[in-house]
């Protein structure tokens, strides 16, 4: 990785805290920190568009990534590599789509202060980034290499790097939109917590696509994530009434659109710059059954377990042909 280009990592799910732009008092309007604030019953969004907040009287936006995950990894880059590390915050409550909308903007302005600061030691500035993504960072960056940026990649892009990125989702996205879930992605969950996540695009596209990431328990029957009808009746249920009968499916069809396009493999052109780090050695959901005959009721208690993963992202998700 060339010390002279900035380098940008992009943080994952839960890996930035939420706040009101606007608050009376600032310090009660911080909504999230991921570990001393959680409050998930504020940072539902709108289930007709989700790229607003569902409450009328708050903005809420991303505010810096969670020091505790990041900040010693940032500060070894800045350290061992270049001290033109930036950490790229984005909501990720949100579509992927949209925060990789919001990187293009970010890598612009670096590379503008990259240059101008060159410029005035009459120096030639960078005219590339690379890019690191931990988890569903590494989303936003394949979405804003192979549907942003496209062809224009070797005039942008230094290097990339994913750790434990989950290219074909991940079963923990499943436990925390099921009735009853007890963990949102490490966390623990409470009711507000599945309330909130049931509205999350950022949720929904971390849905498994790996093969036989999600099987019917009797033989002979098929299945679809991406069908409402393969979910557990009473989910099904509460969503019609909260949300009106058409959100669900709207939310699992954006889910697919999205998964499809992001499962696909990177162009070759991509790849001689690309490095993929994935987790290993921790016990990890391969798979789960659904009992059409029990409500379609998914039976995580006897879920296929082995140690290909970090606990979250399993091998089959996050493991990509990769240069290197």
């Known amino acids: 990785m060339s010390a002279t280009n900035p380098i940008i990592f992009v943080h994952g799910i ?7 732009q606007y608050p009376v008092d600032y310090q ?8 001393l604030k959680k409050k998930f019953g504020k940072i539902h969004l709108s289930s007709i ?3 607003v907040d569902h409450d009328i009287e708050k ?41 990789a909308k919001k990187l293009e903007e970010f890598i612009k302005l670096v590379l503008t202060k990259a240059q101008t600061h060159a410029k005035q030691r009459e120096e030639v500035g960078p005219t590339k980034v690379s890019l690191i993504g931990h988890s569903m960072g590494g989303l936003v960056i394949k979405w804003y ?6 062809g224009q990649f070797k005039n942008k892009i230094d290097k990339i790097i994913t750790i434990a990125t989950p290219y074909y989702g991940s079963l923990k996205a499943v436990e ?22 049931r509205t999350l695009p950022g949720v929904y596209q971390l849905l498994p696509t ?40 709207g939310r699992l069809d954006d889910a697919k659109d999205f998964t499809d396009i992001i499962k696909k493999d990177y162009p070759a052109n991509i790849l001689k710059s690309f490095y993929c780090i994935y987790g290993n050695g921790s016990d990890t959901w391969k798979q789960v059954k659904v009992d059409a005959q029990n409500q379609n009721m998914f039976d995580f208690a006897k879920a296929s377990v082995d140690q290909n993963g970090d606990g979250t992202v399993h091998k089959l998700s996050s493991r990509v042909k990769a240069n290197g």
Do not use: C
């Open 176 to 197: 925390a939109i099921l009735p009853g879930a007890r963990n949102f992605f490490g966390l623990e969950a409470k009711k507000a917590m599945r309330r909130a996540s």
């Open 210 to 249: 790996w093969p036989k990431a999600v099987v019917p328990k009797q033989p002979g029957k098929k299945l679809d994530i991406f069908k409402q009808s393969f979910w557990q009746k009473s989910l099904i249920k509460k969503l019609a009434d909260e949300y009106g009968p058409k959100f669900f499916q």
């Open 59 to 99: 903005f809420i936006f991303p505010h810096q990534a969670i020091t505790l995950a990041y900040e010693s990894i940032v500060e070894e880059l800045r350290e061992e590599v270049t001290k033109h590390t930036y950490m790229f915050t984005y909501d990720w409550r949100k579509d992927n789509r949209h925060s």
């Open 28 to 35: 009660d309007e911080i909504y999230w920190t991921g570990i």
């Open 145 to 150: 290499v192979t549907q942003i940026l496209k």
């Open 14 to 20: 839960q890996g930035s805290w939420l706040k009101n």
């Open 49 to 51: 568009d989700q790229t």
